[in-house]
């Protein structure tokens, strides 16, 4: 232990990528639909409104093309990051690897937030779109069981919320395969729903409503950016899955990379005929594509769009929580976190326990806490790990045992893309409001004393110096 500094590096040797208690089964398509399924969900159904009302008018589809060019710059990062060390953990194992354990431990720390967070906004979503859906049932839960507990208001807890994510730590516990294929089935239904909405919708465009193009200007545009890459977070889930990925050197790339193509396409498209149909003043509505169905007069869709909205946001729920419990394995493995984190079950080769665990504590957020501020936290912690990933290719390059490593992919126009990267992501955390970041040092101190008492004296790396 006498040598273990905060900056001691993860070794790295191509025999670790063959020794892995979990079992490689992912194809690209599985890849593929698995970053769909985390990138496109009920943020499909509702950002594109509130991008075009509040910032970027009838251009909000440059400013989901301008947050799809960041998220690319990053995702090629990523990309040759997890075709080169294939190893669960995705951003926080490849800055152990580059930057030291320090870094690794404040970044997997991030992260984990993103994963915690985001599994429980989008269990609350999920909560209230099947709601609606058994509503036009004319079934109707009582409020007690179906909303979250708000100050002053009689106890209630959002127990469709917290079950959904028990549903799915069910089904992740019970092994990659099956989840893999329900996800597939699900991406399935949600894009068909997509497709079905944008088809009905071309012909109800009004081209007066493009007009002013840009009202907020360049600015607008911009901030409408920061805002819709809330929608694109999830790719980075895919990389969680290298560990488990037949012929990663090959695979990742295409995974990470075709899911955020298809995702890019499909929200800019919405984005284009929902400003079409309604013009960009009126569409600050919590369910903007719902509001634009009435304006077409097309109600029948309404409930084909919650059924597309309740299978996509499955979907995101099932890979975020795939990629928050890979994310905790890799750090346990490390020693950073307790042993019972790591364990694998011998017979599904999934982290069992770890994944209850990591249910249990997203279900509890879920049912008691409102989470109407909880987005720009997840931003905030997956654009801190974009801007690490990018400026860590420059690092990886120079790294003495690079020349030894399965190199599958490698970003182009290098260093100056990964600079780029990294600068753009800075950009938009700046974007963010200041309680944002007041919230993601809080949760980094809590970090710090986490890994003060128990990770630094814990450490794999540390007990090998």
């Not at 989840?179 to 465009?205: D, E, H, L, P």
């Not at 977070?233 to 995974?255: C, H, K, L, W, Y």
């Not at 304006?295 to 996509?312: D, P, T, Y």
Request: aromatic share 12%; charged share 10%; net charge positive.
């Amino acid at each position: 232990m006498g040598n273990h500094s905060l900056f001691t590096k993860k070794q790295i040797n191509p025999e670790q990528f063959k020794n892995s208690p979990l079992e490689r089964h992912l194809t690209a398509f599985g890849l593929t639909a698995m970053g769909v399924g985390a990138v496109v969900g009920a943020g499909i159904f509702i950002t594109p409104g509130i991008v075009a009302a509040k910032y970027a008018g009838p251009g909000a589809m440059l400013s989901y093309l301008l947050a799809a060019v960041v998220c690319s710059l990053a995702a090629l990062c990523y990309s040759e990051f997890a075709s080169t060390i294939p190893l669960a953990g995705s951003a926080y194992t490849y800055a152990y690897t580059v930057f030291g354990e320090l870094i690794a431990w404040l970044l997997g720390w991030a992260l984990i937030s993103e994963y915690l967070f985001a599994v429980a906004s989008v269990a609350v979503s999920w909560s209230a779109y099947f709601q609606n859906l058994i509503a036009g049932f004319g079934i109707h839960l009582p409020k007690i069981i179906s909303t979250a507990w708000t100050p002053g208001q009689p106890g209630s807890i959002n127990l469709i919320a917290g079950l959904i994510i028990l549903i799915i730590g069910f089904l992740l516990s019970n092994g990659l395969q099956e989840s893999t294929r329900i996800n597939t089935i699900m991406v399935g239904v949600k894009v068909v729903v997509i497709a079905i909405f944008i088809g009905v919708a071309v012909f109800y465009i009004k081209p007066a409503n493009y007009r002013p193009f840009l009202p907020y200007g360049g600015a607008g545009v911009l901030s409408g950016a920061a805002f819709a890459f809330y929608a694109y977070i999830g790719f980075d889930a895919v990389s969680t899955a290298s560990e488990e990925v037949i012929n990663p050197q090959r695979n990742m790339p295409i995974g990470i990379i075709a899911s955020l193509g298809i995702a890019s396409l499909l929200y800019a498209a919405v984005a284009a005929v929902l400003v079409g149909v309604v013009h960009y003043t009126q569409l600050n509505v919590g369910d903007p594509v719902a509001f634009a169905l009435q304006f077409m007069h097309q109600n029948w869709i309404a409930g084909v769009v919650a059924l597309g909205a309740v299978a996509g946001m499955t979907t995101v729920l099932l890979v975020m929580s795939y990629g928050g419990s890979r994310l905790i394995f890799a750090i346990s493995r490390d020693g950073l976190l307790p042993a019972i984190f790591a364990k694998v079950s011998p017979k599904t080769h999934v982290p069992v326990a770890n994944t209850w665990i990591f249910a249990v504590i997203t279900s509890v957020i879920a049912m008691v806490v409102p989470l109407d501020k909880i987005t720009e936290l997840v931003n905030i912690g997956t654009l801190f790990a974009f801007a690490t990933v990018s400026l860590g290719i420059v690092f990886l390059r120079k790294m003495p045992f690079y020349s030894e490593l399965p190199t599958g992919f490698k970003v182009p126009l290098y260093p100056v893309l990964p600079i780029v990267s990294c600068l753009l992501c800075v950009l938009l955390m700046t974007q963010l409001q200041a309680v944002t970041w007041m919230v993601f040092a809080v949760w980094l101190v809590i970090g710090l004393i986490i890994y003060f008492t128990y990770g630094y004296r814990h450490s794999q790396q540390g007990q090998k110096h």
